[in-house]
């Protein structure tokens, strides 16, 4: 009886010290599960949120480095014209344009020196239209630049230049405005130099797109969609080679 007495004895006293120092350890356990998975949800969601940034960067310095651009749209002015046209300034969206043009390109408007250039008689002479663009920083080009250019115009578009070079291009057509014969494709992978001539200039240097339209007589207009790769357009005149 004293044996069995002191064996229960023990174990009473196992219990009670079982529950007056387990359940502090079982519940302070307990309070750490949940700050532990926030902690991890957390960390979860902060590696996510940097990887999309990352991503983020990427995508965006890809987009500033492939220049995509069409008349009707900011950065291209109007430089030249014959006697009685103004110049320099922002071509003007033709409304409407002449019927008799082809359905402008995808993403681009035709354009000339008026809203109704489509239209109404203008002076005879060369019409030039210029778009200037820096190359991206070094680090960001991973091939030469390549510029592409689809264009239509009235009357024939006489030269399509680079930085003051030699055309690009032969001249085209007098209906250079129909569906066919145009549009006319224009592609030059071009190397690059610091002070070439007709090829690309590194940044921080501006270059300059000119295409130069001849009207023979009546309407004037061009319609056109650039692309160049590893190429941005110029902010006020200025290159920034940053980065």
């Avoid at 295409?211 to 009546?218: M, Q, Y």
Wanted: hydrophobic residues 35%; contains cysteine; glycine residues 10%.
């Amino acid at each position: 009886m004293n044996t069995n007495r002191n064996w229960a004895g023990a174990a009473i006293s196992l219990l009670l010290f079982a529950i007056a120092f387990g359940a502090p350890v079982i519940a302070q356990s307990s309070k750490n599960i949940p700050h532990v998975a926030a902690a991890s949800i957390r960390q979860n969601a902060d590696d996510k949120e940097k990887d999309q940034d990352n991503k983020d960067r990427d995508r965006d310095q890809g987009q500033a480095c492939c220049l995509r651009t069409a008349t009707g749209q900011p950065g291209w002015t109007l430089v030249s014209a014959p006697p009685g046209v103004h110049t320099p300034h922002a071509p003007v969206i033709l409304t409407p344009p002449n019927p008799g043009y082809a359905p402008a390109l995808p993403g681009s408007a035709w354009v000339g020196p008026t809203a109704g250039s489509g239209l109404d008689d203008l002076p005879v002479g060369d019409y030039v239209y210029e778009f200037k663009f820096c190359l991206c920083h070094e680090k960001k080009q991973r091939q030469q630049p390549i510029l592409s250019l689809l264009f239509f115009s009235d009357n024939p578009t006489v030269s399509v230049a680079l930085n003051g070079g030699p055309s690009l291009i032969s001249p085209t057509p007098s209906v250079s405005f129909a569906s066919p014969p145009g549009p006319f494709p224009v592609v030059f992978p071009g190397s690059v130099a610091p002070h070439g001539v007709g090829i690309f200039r590194p940044c921080p240097e501006i270059n300059t797109l000119a295409i130069t339209v001849n009207n023979e007589g009546g309407p004037t207009g061009l319609d056109a969609i650039l692309n160049i790769s590893g190429a941005a357009a110029s902010a006020d005149g200025d290159c920034d080679c940053k980065d």
